[in-house]
């Protein structure tokens, strides 16, 4: 991995991510990032989002309706409501264990694994309660 040169923008948006635990999409971090920096396009917060998964600095979260962010890089998982489609974080590990299991099975080399969970949120659980009653 090799790491660009420093840019204004890409410090603007990665300090945007490490400050929020929502998982933004793209558009989210732009609509944020805007209101700091009114000049800033769409376009250069694809273009920095790249350069900062390539680098390693964020993660890229496939949901149902979009590409969402995550700069926290300690290791866990998440889940993804399928009720409001809001991504959470779930603190357990158990990528590690996964991949000695892989491993057992595969000829080749593998180092990683990514795991999403599906589920309710709470507030999901209870309207899905409230509506049954």
């Given at each position: 991995m090799t790491t660009s040169r420093k840019s204004k923008q890409r410090d603007a948006i990665l300090e945007n991510l490490l400050a929020r635990h929502d998982h933004p999409t793209s558009e989210e971090v732009y609509?944020?990032?805007r209101e700091s920096m009114p000049n800033?396009?769409?376009a250069t917060v694809?273009?920095?989002?790249?350069i900062?998964?390539?680098e390693g600095k964020v993660k890229a979260i496939h949901g149902p309706d979009a590409v969402h962010y995550?700069?926290?890089m300690k290791n866990h998982r998440h889940v993804i409501c399928t009720g409001c489609g809001k991504i959470f974080d779930i603190d357990i590990d158990v990528s590690?264990?996964?991949?000695e299991l892989a491993k057992q099975k595969f000829d080749g080399s593998i180092n990683d694994c990514k795991?999403?969970?599906y589920g309710l949120c709470k507030n999901c659980k209870e309207k899905n309660?409230?509506?049954e009653e």
């Amino acid at each position: 991995m090799t790491t660009s040169r420093k840019s204004k923008q890409r410090d603007a948006i990665l300090e945007n991510l490490l400050a929020r635990h929502d998982h933004p999409t793209s558009e989210e971090v732009y609509l944020s990032i805007r209101e700091s920096m009114p000049n800033i396009s769409l376009a250069t917060v694809y273009r920095n989002l790249y350069i900062l998964l390539n680098e390693g600095k964020v993660k890229a979260i496939h949901g149902p309706d979009a590409v969402h962010y995550d700069a926290d890089m300690k290791n866990h998982r998440h889940v993804i409501c399928t009720g409001c489609g809001k991504i959470f974080d779930i603190d357990i590990d158990v990528s590690s264990e996964l991949i000695e299991l892989a491993k057992q099975k595969f000829d080749g080399s593998i180092n990683d694994c990514k795991i999403i969970f599906y589920g309710l949120c709470k507030n999901c659980k209870e309207k899905n309660i409230n509506s049954e009653e």
